[in-house]
């Protein structure tokens, strides 16, 4: 297991669309958060699971996005509808109970045109 | 809600010379935790402050977390061109959240 991996790592899409983006954590880390990263700024917390709960889901984030963890083990961000205010770097970070901090993945970037 | 903030926001120094970047939030944190990203690179956790006054130290960088729990500083000793990345924060609140709070980041350029 090499770390935190995320598919694709580039997707651009037409406005309107809906894309859908996976992150599989580093193996038997149970904490995954996805955050999203636009130049200059730091990341901005999306969603958060522990196993395949959903225990805290950011109040800025429009009814367009889901995600989901089934099984506790990979997750998948899905953005319907995608708008050009979407593009952004969407990151995915898994961690360890009792760990600190967090591993990220390399991210995918989203281009909505 | 909850904001952090960090100064500066960009830095250049001369290799050899010391750098220090601070984060401020706006409420009460639970723990802190503090993030290297290399250009066009993903962010890399460094360490995790959790208790009032805490200082740690990684070889020629040391953390800070202030008394109140509100704030935290980076200090860098003798820049080396190694250390070229933004630095951010990232704040976890006291009120029994999970997520973390990026700052705005310190983008710091080492000149050789």
Same mark, same amino acid.
């Given at each position: 297991d090499t770390g935190v991996s995320q598919n694709p790592r580039h997707k651009i899409t037409k406005r309107g669309q809906n894309v859908t983006f996976r992150c599989d954590p580093i193996? =038997?880390?149970n904490r995954l958060y996805w955050y999203r990263q636009t130049l200059g700024q730091g990341p901005e917390f999306l969603t958060y699971f522990q196993n395949e709960a959903q225990l805290e889901k950011s109040r800025l984030l429009s009814d367009r996005f889901s995600a989901e963890r089934p099984k506790g083990s990979f997750s998948t961000l899905e953005i319907q509808r995608? =708008?050009?205010?979407?593009s952004a770097m969407y990151l995915c970070a898994s961690s360890a109970a009792g760990a600190e901090g967090a591993f990220f993945g390399q991210g995918t970037r989203l281009t909505v045109v | 809600g909850q904001q952090v903030m960090q100064i500066p926001q960009y830095q250049h120094v001369q290799e050899g010379e010391d750098f220090t970047t601070y984060c401020n939030s706006s409420t009460t944190l639970s723990n802190i935790q503090w993030y290297k990203q290399r250009p066009g690179g993903h962010p890399v956790f460094l360490i995790q402050l959790v208790k009032s006054g805490e200082v740690k130290k990684q070889k020629r960088l040391t953390f800070q977390f202030g008394e109140a729990k509100k704030n935290s500083s980076l200090h860098i000793t003798?820049?080396?061109?190694?250390?070229v990345g933004t630095y951010f924060c990232a704040g976890r609140g006291?009120?029994?959240?999970y997520k973390y709070i990026f700052g705005t980041g310190t983008r710091l350029k080492v000149l050789a």
């Amino acid at each position: 297991d090499t770390g935190v991996s995320q598919n694709p790592r580039h997707k651009i899409t037409k406005r309107g669309q809906n894309v859908t983006f996976r992150c599989d954590p580093i193996s =038997e880390h149970n904490r995954l958060y996805w955050y999203r990263q636009t130049l200059g700024q730091g990341p901005e917390f999306l969603t958060y699971f522990q196993n395949e709960a959903q225990l805290e889901k950011s109040r800025l984030l429009s009814d367009r996005f889901s995600a989901e963890r089934p099984k506790g083990s990979f997750s998948t961000l899905e953005i319907q509808r995608t =708008e050009q205010g979407d593009s952004a770097m969407y990151l995915c970070a898994s961690s360890a109970a009792g760990a600190e901090g967090a591993f990220f993945g390399q991210g995918t970037r989203l281009t909505v045109v | 809600g909850q904001q952090v903030m960090q100064i500066p926001q960009y830095q250049h120094v001369q290799e050899g010379e010391d750098f220090t970047t601070y984060c401020n939030s706006s409420t009460t944190l639970s723990n802190i935790q503090w993030y290297k990203q290399r250009p066009g690179g993903h962010p890399v956790f460094l360490i995790q402050l959790v208790k009032s006054g805490e200082v740690k130290k990684q070889k020629r960088l040391t953390f800070q977390f202030g008394e109140a729990k509100k704030n935290s500083s980076l200090h860098i000793t003798a820049t080396q061109t190694t250390d070229v990345g933004t630095y951010f924060c990232a704040g976890r609140g006291s009120s029994g959240t999970y997520k973390y709070i990026f700052g705005t980041g310190t983008r710091l350029k080492v000149l050789a």
